[in-house]
C-alpha cells in the first residue's frame, strides 16, 4: 500500500500542513483538503474515490477543485463518501449555487460531476483492492476515521479527534496493521484550547498512542502550523522510536 500526505504549501517552507488530503495508491483520495491543488488534472483524474471524513473547510477545501479540473476526463464520476452530516453540509452550504455551483445537479454532457455514498460507523466498503472500514472518532462535529487494508498491510487514519477508543480496537484486532497516522495538532502548553477543540497536544498524543499495540509505525500529522517548531520538538522528545512526523509529498510504503 502506498500513501502519501498530499502537499498543502505552495512556497517555502513546503513542509506545513494547511489542509488535509491522504492520497492512496494514487486512485484513493481521504479527505479533499489539497487534492485539487496536486499536479495536473491528468493525475488528479486517478482518483476515483473520495473519502471525507468530516465537514470542516481544512478537510474539503479543494473538492470543487478537483471535480472541476477532471470533468470529462474519466467516463465515471467520482465518487464521495461520507456520512450523512457531510452530504448535507455539501448540499446545503457547498454545492448549492451559491458558494458553488450544484454538482449534485449540474452534469459534465451526460455525465454528473459526482456521486455520493453514505457511510455510517462499522460499515466497510471495498474500493479497487482496498477494504475500508469506517469508524466514529470524537471530535467537535461528526467524523470518521478508516481504516485501509489491502493483501499485506492495514492502516489507521484517525481524522481530527480527541480521545478515542474504538478504532483502536478495530485496528489492534488486525494481525497486518503496519502504520497510524494520528494528529498532534497543538504543543501541551494549550491543552485547554485541544480539549475545546477535542484536537490533541503533544501530551495527549503520547497518551493515545499508547492504545496502539506495540510495533506499528506511528505518524503525526495536522501540526498547526504556527506551532510546527515547538510540536517538533515536543514529539522528538517522547523518544518514541516508531514514531516519525509525516512528511508532504513523501511516498510511504507498507
Given at each position: 500500500?502506498?500513501?502519501m500526505?498530499?502537499?498543502?504549501?505552495?512556497s517555502?517552507p513546503?513542509?506545513?500542513q494547511?489542509?488535509?488530503t491522504?492520497l492512496?495508491?494514487d486512485?484513493l483520495a481521504?479527505?479533499?483538503?489539497?487534492?485539487?491543488?496536486?499536479?495536473d488534472?491528468q493525475?488528479?483524474a486517478?482518483?476515483?474515490?473520495v473519502?471525507?471524513?468530516?465537514s470542516?473547510?481544512?478537510?474539503?477545501?479543494?473538492l470543487?477543485?478537483?471535480?472541476?479540473n477532471?470533468a470529462?476526463?474519466?467516463?465515471a464520476?467520482?465518487?464521495?463518501?461520507?456520512?450523512s452530516?457531510?452530504?448535507?453540509?455539501?448540499?446545503?452550504?457547498?454545492f448549492?449555487?451559491?458558494?458553488?455551483?450544484?454538482?449534485f445537479?449540474?452534469k459534465?454532457?451526460?455525465?454528473p460531476f459526482?456521486q455520493?455514498?453514505?457511510?455510517?460507523?462499522?460499515q466497510?466498503?471495498s474500493l479497487d483492492?482496498?477494504?475500508?472500514?469506517a469508524?466514529?472518532v470524537n471530535?467537535v462535529?461528526p467524523?470518521l476515521?478508516?481504516?485501509?487494508?489491502?493483501?499485506?498491510?492495514?492502516?489507521a487514519f484517525?481524522s481530527?479527534t480527541?480521545?478515542t477508543?474504538?478504532?483502536?480496537?478495530?485496528?489492534?484486532?488486525?494481525?497486518n496493521?503496519?502504520?497510524v497516522f494520528?494528529?498532534?495538532t497543538?504543543p501541551s502548553?494549550?491543552?485547554?484550547l485541544?480539549?475545546a477543540?477535542?484536537?490533541?497536544t503533544t501530551?495527549?498524543f503520547?497518551?493515545e498512542?499508547?492504545?496502539?499495540?506495540?510495533?506499528?509505525?506511528l505518524?503525526?500529522?495536522h501540526?498547526k502550523?504556527?506551532?510546527?517548531?515547538?510540536v517538533r520538538?515536543e514529539l522528538?522528545?517522547?523518544?518514541?522510536p516508531?514514531?516519525?512526523?509525516a512528511?508532504?509529498g513523501?511516498?510511504y510504503?507498507?
Amino acid at each position: 500500500m502506498k500513501v502519501m500526505l498530499v502537499p498543502s504549501a505552495v512556497s517555502e517552507p513546503t513542509g506545513q500542513q494547511y489542509l488535509t488530503t491522504f492520497l492512496v495508491n494514487d486512485d484513493l483520495a481521504i479527505d479533499a483538503g489539497s487534492i485539487g491543488f496536486f499536479a495536473d488534472p491528468q493525475t488528479q483524474a486517478r482518483v476515483r474515490h473520495v473519502l471525507i471524513s468530516h465537514s470542516h473547510i481544512d478537510h474539503l477545501a479543494s473538492l470543487p477543485i478537483l471535480l472541476d479540473n477532471i470533468a470529462l476526463l474519466n467516463d465515471a464520476p467520482v465518487t464521495v463518501y461520507g456520512s450523512s452530516v457531510v452530504h448535507d453540509c455539501l448540499r446545503r452550504d457547498l454545492f448549492n449555487d451559491r458558494l458553488w455551483p450544484d454538482f449534485f445537479q449540474l452534469k459534465a454532457g451526460a455525465m454528473p460531476f459526482l456521486q455520493f455514498e453514505t457511510l455510517e460507523s462499522g460499515q466497510s466498503v471495498s474500493l479497487d483492492g482496498l477494504g475500508i472500514t469506517a469508524v466514529a472518532v470524537n471530535h467537535v462535529v461528526p467524523t470518521l476515521g478508516f481504516i485501509v487494508e489491502d493483501e499485506s498491510a492495514a492502516v489507521a487514519f484517525t481524522s481530527d479527534t480527541g480521545p478515542t477508543d474504538e478504532i483502536w480496537r478495530r485496528a489492534n484486532e488486525l494481525p497486518n496493521l503496519r502504520a497510524v497516522f494520528l494528529e498532534a495538532t497543538f504543543p501541551s502548553e494549550l491543552g485547554g484550547l485541544a480539549e475545546a477543540s477535542k484536537h490533541f497536544t503533544t501530551e495527549g498524543f503520547a497518551k493515545e498512542v499508547q492504545k496502539v499495540k506495540a510495533g506499528t509505525r506511528l505518524f503525526a500529522v495536522h501540526l498547526k502550523a504556527r506551532f510546527q517548531a515547538q510540536v517538533r520538538a515536543e514529539l522528538a522528545a517522547l523518544g518514541l522510536p516508531n514514531l516519525e512526523v509525516a512528511e508532504p509529498g513523501r511516498e510511504y510504503h507498507f
